[in-house]
């Protein structure tokens, strides 16, 4: 048993100190008050006053690269990162090589992260034109949701044939979650700017080619389908003001259609392009303070559900070049808790909001049984958290397998302290225990 004493525990929207017990793998009692002394007796006690705990984030879309891409990033590497972070379970894209469009690749990922993840996991498969038969077969439902790229982006997995778009929304008993850019208006754009301005485009004209208008067309046809067919529509890394009339201010569980929003849509603007280049190049791209703001107040709204990362590492080899050609992705699940908990020191909503956005609503959103919550029988997926110890990150902090970070030299207030995966514990002060293994994620009925 582990007593985690006097923590300042953040949970369903409010703040208090208690003590909470692990044993095994579940949380077995959380203390409001005196613990029982034959609990203090036998328990290994973690000395948590002035810290905070919150459960552990859930990051509903990140790229770890494996199978095909290894080189940039791979479930063990990434999952490394991920527990620093003070993430405890991971949903991975299906844009690896090969693609994840079939029940057998989809097997094949969970066979390796039970093999190689030190937090829990879990997958998307793939929508392409021509699977419907996959997607609809009982071993389909072992992912997360079904992943449908309505606009290309790294791996190229573009389903554009209308039939089959709404054969998807029509006969797919599964949440459908979207990636959405307009590749008809993405491509008039290129044609345009390159016509005007020749091959070697910088980073500035990124947020011009795949623009608001590409974005926001792309998602309202995925509203109107899932609205036609009564299907649930989670619309991935939504980027810009206009999208936001697409969503309800109501509660998330009222609600088919959901949003995310990307921690680096809610911390870079496009005045960023000029420090850091192709480092924030990113689909959908970073676009205007103004979409940033529109961002951050409909998070705070309740219109946009979810904050996640879109972790898609590359190799800096991989971000040179003109804005057609250097890789967009960025590694970031290893900051992402600390940049939004930054934000919140700011003023710009409370640490209750961060984990109500980051560990709540996935829990409750994907349905994932057992998680999410500090709560007895749930599973121990905890974080602790120093709200008053500062760090800056450096190439020596820095763990994704690419070795860099778009926040690289950026000072954070909150650092993670303990990160615990299914009461075991993982990280410690910048040490990881490589023994430790996450789980697969279940789903309720």
């Known amino acids: 048993m582990k007593l985690i004493k006097n923590a300042t525990v953040i949970n369903k929207g409010k703040t208090f100190?208690?003590?909470?017990?692990?044993?095994?793998?579940?949380?077995?009692?959380?203390?409001?008050?005196?613990?029982?002394?034959?609990?203090?007796?036998?328990?290994?006690?973690?000395?948590?006053?002035?810290?905070?705990?919150?459960?552990?984030?859930?990051?509903?879309?990140?790229?770890?690269?494996?199978?095909?891409?290894?080189?940039?990033?791979?479930?063990?590497?990434?999952?490394?990162?991920?527990?620093?972070?003070?993430?405890?379970?991971?949903?991975?894209?299906?844009?690896?090589?090969?693609?994840?469009?079939?029940?057998?690749?989809?097997?094949?990922?969970?066979?390796?992260?039970?093999?190689?993840?030190?937090?829990?996991?879990?997958?998307?498969?793939?929508?392409?034109?021509?699977?419907?038969?996959?997607?609809?077969?009982?071993?389909?439902?072992?992912?997360?949701?079904?992943?449908?790229?309505?606009?290309?982006?790294?791996?190229?997995?573009?389903?554009?044939?209308?039939?089959?778009?709404?054969?998807?929304?029509?006969?797919?008993?599964?949440?459908?979650?979207?990636?959405?850019?307009?590749?008809?208006?993405?491509?008039?754009?290129?044609?345009?700017?390159?016509?005007?301005?020749?091959?070697?485009?910088?980073?500035?004209?990124?947020?011009?080619?795949?623009?608001?208008?590409?974005?926001?067309?792309?998602?309202?046809?995925?509203?109107?389908?899932?609205?036609?067919?009564n299907s649930r529509l989670h619309l991935f890394h939504l980027s810009t003001a206009k999208e936001m009339s697409l969503l309800e201010n109501k509660s998330l569980k009222e609600k088919k259609i959901t949003g995310e929003v990307c921690v680096h849509h809610l911390w870079f603007t496009d005045e960023d392009y000029v420090e850091y280049g192709n480092l924030i190049k990113w689909n959908p791209s970073i676009k205007t303070k103004n979409d940033r703001d529109a961002l951050r107040k409909a998070l705070v709204e309740g219109r946009l559900d979810v904050v996640a990362t879109d972790h898609a590492p590359h190799t800096l080899a991989e971000k040179q070049g003109s804005c057609l050609k250097a890789a967009s992705g960025g590694p970031m699940v290893q900051h992402s808790l600390v940049a939004m908990l930054e934000m919140s020191r700011q003023g710009l909503w409370t640490p209750e909001m961060v984990v109500e956005k980051m560990c709540h609503a996935p829990a409750e959103l994907f349905r994932i049984k057992e998680r999410g919550y500090i709560r007895e029988g749930y599973y121990a997926d905890l974080v602790l958290i120093d709200p008053n110890r500062s760090w800056a990150v450096s190439p020596e902090n820095i763990l994704y397998k690419c070795g860099w970070s778009p926040m690289a030299g950026q000072t954070f207030s909150h650092s993670v302290v303990k990160t615990f995966v299914n009461g075991q514990l993982v990280y410690d002060n910048g040490v990881i225990d490589d023994a430790v293994r996450g789980r697969e994620v279940k789903f309720k009925d």
């Not at 905070?52 to 791979?74: A, S």
């Not at 990162?81 to 405890?88: D, I, K, R, Y």
């Not at 992943?147 to 190229?156: A, D, H, P, R, Y």
């Not at 004209?205 to 792309?218: D, G, L, M, V």
Request: proline share 3%; with cysteine; charged share 25%.
């Open 17 to 229: 100190v208690a003590s909470v017990l692990i044993k095994n793998d579940r949380i077995a009692g959380i203390y409001n008050s005196d613990v029982p002394p034959e609990i203090i007796d036998k328990a290994e006690i973690i000395l948590a006053e002035g810290l905070w705990l919150l459960p552990g984030v859930i990051d509903d879309q990140v790229h770890f690269r494996e199978p095909g891409l290894t080189h940039k990033g791979d479930i063990h590497s990434e999952s490394r990162a991920a527990v620093a972070g003070g993430v405890t379970t991971f949903m991975d894209m299906p844009n690896t090589n090969p693609q994840t469009t079939t029940v057998d690749a989809l097997n094949w990922k969970f066979d390796r992260a039970a093999e190689t993840s030190l937090a829990n996991y879990t997958f998307f498969i793939g929508a392409t034109n021509d699977n419907l038969t996959e997607l609809k077969k009982e071993g389909a439902k072992r992912a997360a949701a079904v992943k449908l790229f309505m606009g290309s982006s790294t791996g190229n997995m573009l389903v554009d044939n209308t039939s089959s778009l709404e054969k998807i929304f029509a006969e797919v008993d599964m949440l459908i979650a979207t990636h959405c850019e307009s590749e008809t208006i993405i491509k008039q754009n290129i044609a345009y700017y390159t016509s005007k301005f020749g091959e070697d485009l910088d980073i500035s004209f990124h947020p011009k080619i795949r623009s608001e208008e590409a974005c926001y067309a792309s998602s309202s046809e995925a509203v109107r389908l899932a609205t036609k067919h």
